[in-house]
């Protein structure tokens, strides 16, 4: 291992960048200037290289390499954004337009517009879909609007809350996040922190009233359905 | 209510353990309800202080636990490759028919569920079947010939296929049963290696010997070994990968069925040579068989003094524990191996680290393959230049392969690395049933070659250089009558199937993929197109190695039978 303080020197797209020794090549490119795409990545969270739409090419190896989690090397020669890289993000980012609603996930969006994404290069292809969950006070639960980006399940675990109401259950295309045996929200061990909320980047977790207001409920019914003590006390008596 | 007490005294037993013991206890209560109820996995969540979520996600993984009930016996049955040439689909057909159910159904007297599995590791009594027994147990059920033998819980004699060159592996005969401790003899090598040379004599001599690993990846044993030597924080561990699942590929199981103590020999030294107070043996659930050898044999060596506590009266202790998988390929991928043993959904980790220094419990350990650790104690006996007497400089010794398919002779073979594979199917194998029209080598994710591509020669560089891969050592044969989207369409499933779903490119790709492989027969405009895009961008995207093969025999049937994906054809 490198000692931190050292400082490295590599090419990114042409360009000579310092950086200390442990950076990772997008806190390299950002500090240049250099966008690279992230769907998966936040700062908040442990990165997992799950989305791999950050991919670069480093010094033309065989594989493509997740520029949030590998670390900058002396004298390398990255580049961000040639024909590999943009073949690999196309094709993911047209991938999970085909499986998931990203209706919601502006973010997305604007990716699947800037790499030429076809909406229907996928025809026939299985969507994930999932009946929207509404099962507590405070926020919804649609996960046909969820990429598996895990950091839900990592908030409320490790990363931030230690309370481990989520996991994610099967494997594979079918992988979809939930409660210990599908318990409904208020059985689980869930707190109603909000951190998983503040941390989805798509409209699969809502918070209820945000999701009342666009049902179109009156304050009366978002009242109705937003308090956790009135509907407890209506359950028990 | 009886039930719930029994559950409740398996889970009692584990009172004390903790999450690595997730595996065992759940595979009891498996066994003993055939599904974890939510209030049993509560009780596990207690005592092992896992989160219960955690535990919902583990049982959810894997392809041999369910959260649910189902049929008393729960069969499943392989649809793979080798098991399709050999009239799997008639066979699932008839036995769907007979008990009036599809796959994935449970009959409505609830005695039977029917499945469909991913490779079975019996491709050579192809059709293959593995019967789970509720409150009893799994046994493995090969040739399935009948309904009746299958669903009476009948288990069929199969009688080993070995050939070729016995030199390393199978010295002398044929096995043909189960070799116990006595037949076996002392664990000489290790005796000597103990009494007379260091640990790094012994990963010395196995690097001088230019032993590489047999699992697939080939890095040099010797050299792993002197790197988890050396790494710091104890303790380690060695760690040996029987996890088999390769489609095609089932010479780890014969090793163990009948060798096992070659292979504890080999794992101990493996042990003593990186220092390792703890090993353990991951084999895959769907191999109880060979469990049932590897328990017995270690019990056999744990009273002559073989391994446990100051083995042979020497300072040198180390136990061995078996854990068997709970139906996932993925398992097989060594850091996913770990997490596994560790009682968490089996995602492969992010390399580096390596195992080398970050591995079991993070810490320094081993893992090899069955067959890499089988080929030690005859190194250490002989000397490195009594192994290098076979194959060539880049490829030393003997290997085993697996061939399964359109040949006379299919079974497992000890051959000398730079045999040529035309030497192998036309001479051991005893030649090719019909016209051969593709080998595919390196098992699901290996490549293709065409019938008049054979002649090159079984090493690591020489089958690379036919663009190639030995992979694992499988080699599936497919004659002239075969349809090759066949192929391609049960390889598509396999993957589907077993990618654990961690990252996007093989997640998702991996389902496309099968998509358009299961309408090759009617294609749609741009399919070739679109597979070649899922293709490569799983092949240098995805996170591990699963991914980055899961289109390799799809990308090469690709470049030389482009009609297959042609409509029309
Ligand atoms: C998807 C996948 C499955 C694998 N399955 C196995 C397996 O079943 N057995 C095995 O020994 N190695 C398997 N490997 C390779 C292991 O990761 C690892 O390289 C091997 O166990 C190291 O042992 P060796 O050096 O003796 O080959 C697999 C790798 C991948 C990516
Ligand atoms: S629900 Fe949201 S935060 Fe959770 S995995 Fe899905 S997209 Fe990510
Ligand atoms: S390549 Fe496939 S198996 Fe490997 S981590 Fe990604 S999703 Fe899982
Ligand atoms: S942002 Fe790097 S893998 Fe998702």
Redesign the pocket.
Known sequence: MSDASEMITLTIDGQQVAVAAGTTILEAARSVGIDVPVICYHEATTANGLCRVCVVDADGGRLLQPACIVPCRAGMVVETRNERVERSRRTILEMLNSAVNLAEAPAIQALLDDYGAQPDRFPAAEKRDHALIDDNPFYVRDYSQCVLCWRCVQVCAEDAQYTYALTLDHRGFETHVSTAFGVPMLDSSCVFCGQCVSVCPTGALKPKIEFGLEQGWTLEQIWENTRFLKKNRRKSG | MAEMTRLGEIVARYTGRGRDALLPVLWEVQREAGFVDAETALSVSRTLHVPIADIYGVIGFYSLFSDEPEGETVIHVCTDPSCGLAGVDSVLDGLCAQLGVRPGETTADGRYTIKRSTCLGLCEHAPAALVCRRGEGEHSHAPVTDSETLLNGSRPARAAVVGGDWHVFFPGVEPNHTESLAQYGDYAALRHALLALTPEQVSAEVEAAGL????????P?GM?WRFTRGAGGQPHYAVC??????PG?FK?RVLMEHRPHLLLEGLLLCAYAIQARYAFVFI?GEYPEAAAIMETAIREAQSAGLLGERIMGTDFSCSVEIRRGGGA?????????FEAIEGKRGF?RIKPPYPTTHGLFDRPTS???????CAVPAIISNGAGWFRQWGTEKSTGTKLVSVSGHVRRPGVYEISFGLTLRELLEGHCAGFVGEPQAVLTGGA?GTFLRADEIDVPLTFEGLQAAGTTLG?GAVMVFNTEVDLRDVLRRLGHFFAH?SCGKCFPCQLGTRRQMEILDRLAQPLPGDAERLRDIGLTMSEASL???G??AAAAVLSALRKWPALFAAGS
């Open positions: 590489v690993g047999r699992g697939g990846a080939g890095f044993t792993k990968n029987a996890d088999e699942s390769e590929t780890d895959r390929y993925i398992c097989g991928e060594e850091t996913a191996l492969p893992i090899n393959n069955v067959e890499t650790l994710a694992s077993e591990c190695g699963l980055q093969t």
